[in-house]
T-cell receptor, first 112, second 115 residues
Framework: DAKTTQPNSMESNEEEPVHLPCNHSTISGTDYIHWYRQLPSQGPEYVIHGLTSNVNNRMASLAIAEDRKSSTLILHRATLRDAAVYYCILREVNSGYSTLTFGKGTMLLVSP | DGGITQSPKYLFRKEGQNVTLSCEQNLNHDAMYWYRQDPGQGLRLIYYSQIVNDFQKGDIAEGYSVSREKKESFPLTVTSAQKNPTAFYLC??????????????FGNGTRLTVT
């Protein structure tokens, strides 16, 4: 299985941009890069996903390296509600099925 | 509003008893999944189903069983054979199971405690 590597934790101040990195050096050509976040005692929430091009939505932006071996989730202005564990995951197609493998993610701490 | 409903939110059982966790979705998704999460850990896949009446084992299926008799429902039974059943259980669903572009939608989980 293709795996991802993320820092265990990061800190940010409110109203500042946050760049959450993810390495996925063994990514294959058909793997999509997904980001989810999880608040305590809740299920993960989908944030954004992409394949090759950078992506933007109302929650965040996703910057994907040209060789696709790394990506960065960008929160343009962090709020206290953005404090969560962020998971970078590769959506694989394996034997006709597609599942997600979650690592430990990055815990984002946001200070007022 | 469409979504995934897991019930109950908290569940307590005695060791040796089987217990069934409910998961219902009204998103018209074909695929459904069960994950387990232990404190400070990521999610591990237990079982998944890409279509009604079909399901596959995930990474940690031992001691668990599932059924998929209806598109909307994917109950998980934690049997007495599961050695460490106390955990946070998450159900998810998605469209288009054969493509990697379909995001997962998660329920808010069931926290199972077995004593």
């Amino acid at each position: 299985d293709a795996k991802t590597t993320q820092p265990n934790s990061m800190e940010s101040n409110e109203e500042e941009p946050v760049h959450l990195p993810c390495n996925h050096s063994t990514i294959s050509g058909t793997d999509y890069i997904h980001w989810y976040r999880q608040l305590p005692s809740q299920g993960p929430e989908y944030v954004i996903h992409g394949l090759t091009s950078n992506v933007n939505n109302r929650m965040a932006s996703l910057a994907i390296a040209e060789d696709r071996k790394s990506s960065t989730l960008i929160l343009h202005r962090a709020t206290l509600r953005d404090a969560a564990v962020y998971y970078c995951i590769l959506r694989e197609v394996n034997s006709g099925y597609s599942t997600l493998t979650f690592g430990k993610g990055t815990m984002l701490l946001v200070s007022p | 509003d469409g979504g995934i409903t897991q019930s109950p939110k908290y569940l307590f059982r005695k060791e040796g008893q089987n217990v069934t966790l409910s998961c219902e979705q009204n998103l018209n998704h074909d695929a459904m999944y069960w994950y387990r999460q232990d404190p400070g850990q990521g999610l591990r896949l237990i079982y998944y189903s890409q279509i009604v009446n079909d399901f596959q084992k995930g990474d940690i299926a031992e001691g668990y069983s599932v059924s998929r008799e209806k598109k909307e429902s994917f109950p998980l039974t934690v049997t007495s054979a599961q050695k460490n059943p106390t955990a946070f259980y998450l159900c998810a669903s998605s469209h288009r199971p054969l493509q990697g572009s379909s995001p997962l939608h998660f329920g808010n989980g069931t926290r199972l405690t077995v004593t």
